[in-house]
T-cell receptor, first 114, second 109 residues
Framework: SQTIHQWPATLVQPVGSPLSLECTVE??????LYWYRQAAGRGLQLLFY??????ISSEVPQNLSASRPQDRQFILSSKKLLLSDSGFYLC?????????????FGPGTRLTVT | QKEVEQDPGPLSVPEGAIVSLNCTYS??????FMWYRQYSRKGPELLMY????GNKEDGRFTAQVDKSSKYISLFIRDSQPSDSATYLC?????????FGTGTSLTVIP
């Protein structure tokens, strides 16, 4: 069966510090991978998605970046965090050969920028 | 205009009530229509999906799609306290998913 992991679960970082959030998927190959941010009252905001290693599409221009160094690894980074980067970050995957409606989410990382 | 609009609530109902959750959308190219349930501080989980206009039933849950009106609904019958969560509608086009802002539901015992 497939599982998705995210870490850390909770993070408190000062403004201006760097960020690295990691997501890994097990039990599937060549998944589509997604990073979302969820802020109160704003729903899920798609930040990045990837259809393969090294292939990243950015949906929102900001100080965040994403990388996919391995097939089932997706990393969200920032060089300098802003207060507005606080939120609940969710990684998700979708099987390329699977049903197009099936997207599975990880447990999330709650980031607080102070 | 957002592609997907959803009333954020919050919605509070007594146990056993019928709950109706709704979303409207603007893009007629959307292909699949889903409902996710998200418990506090957890990732969303897929609850139901539909493809065509009409109703789809799964236990106490019924998903309804009206493509002509660009309107989708989720009905929960005999609501339970364990149904208390945020419900997000979602739609797909290509590789992307478009989400509503979510409706917070509380079922009071």
């Amino acid at each position: 069966s497939q599982t998705i992991h995210q870490w850390p679960a909770t993070l408190v970082q000062p403004v201006g510090s760097p960020l690295s959030l990691e997501c890994t998927v097990e039990g599937t190959s060549n998944p589509n991978l997604y990073w979302y941010r969820q802020a109160a009252g704003r729903g899920l905001q798609l930040l990045f998605y990837s259809v393969g290693i090294g292939q990243i599409s950015s949906e929102v221009p900001q100080n965040l970046s994403a990388s996919r160094p391995q097939d089932r690894q997706f990393i969200l980074s920032s060089k300098k965090l802003l207060l507005s980067d606080s939120g609940f970050y969710l990684c998700a995957w979708r099987a390329v050969a699977g049903a197009r409606y099936e997207q599975y989410f990880g447990p999330g990382t709650r980031l607080t920028v102070t | 205009q957002k592609e997907v609009e959803q009333d954020p609530g919050p919605l509070s109902v007594p146990e056993g009530a019928i709950v109706s959750l709704n979303c409207t959308y603007s893009n007629s190219a959307f292909q699949y229509f889903m409902w996710y349930r998200q418990y506090s501080r957890k990732g969303p989980e897929l609850l139901m999906y539909t493809y065509s206009s009409g109703n789809k039933e799964d236990g106490r849950f019924t998903a309804q799609v009206d493509k002509s009106s660009k309107y989708i609904s989720l009905f929960i019958r005999d609501s339970q306290p364990s149904d208390s969560a945020t419900y997000l509608c979602a739609m797909t086009y290509g590789n992307q998913f478009y989400f509503g802002t979510g409706t917070s539901l509380t079922v009071i015992p």
